[in-house]
């Protein structure tokens, strides 16, 4: 039997570091919120730009509110056009090309492990070109030993 499950994740633009996310059976809109709000408890001084893609959950009135209450700022590109939401996607691809497609999952626990483990080794110990051949975390640290 097939199993769906959601994942939201929130990237920061600056070090690529997936900087909260969640796992759910459902895409309701406290999925998407609850995400902020793990993101909003690890980075409590954090006033980013929050880009998005045009889902529901992001264009929701309450979404929209929670954002504004937090201080932050909501990007959207035009519908068909995915600039604001493409450093995402292009996480999504790595997750898939690197541990999602061609392996069977058994069982639900087996995919939220996976998810788990791959989130711990994206942040601290897969190197990125563009973050001169650091992991997004040692990136991170470097720039707030430099402050």
């Known amino acids: ?6 994942l ?4 920061d633009l600056y070090d690529r570091r997936i900087v909260a996310y969640k796992l759910s059976d459902q895409m309701p809109l406290s999925l998407v919120t609850d995400t902020l709000d793990q993101a909003v408890t690890a980075e ?9 893609d045009r889902g529901k ?7 929209h509110t929670k954002l504004r209450d937090l201080g932050m700022t909501q990007s ?9 939401n493409g450093p995402i996607e292009g996480f999504w ?3 898939k090309r690197e541990k999602y497609y061609r392996r069977p999952f058994e069982t639900r626990q087996e995919l939220i492990d996976m998810i788990t483990e791959y ?3 994206y942040n601290y110990q897969r190197f990125q070109r563009r973050l001169h051949v650091l992991s997004p975390m040692a990136y991170h640290e470097r720039f707030y030993q430099a402050a």
Do not use: E, N
């Not at 939201?8 to 990237?11: D, F, G, K, P, T």
């Open 1 to 6: 039997r097939k199993h769906r499950m959601y």
């Open 8 to 11: 939201s994740a929130i990237l």
């Open 44 to 52: 409590p001084k954090a006033q980013p730009i929050f880009h998005s």
């Open 57 to 63: 959950q992001y264009t929701s009135k309450q979404f």
């Open 76 to 84: 959207m590109s035009r519908v068909g056009k995915c600039i604001d």
């Open 93 to 95: 691809g790595m997750l």
């Open 119 to 121: 989130m711990d080794y």
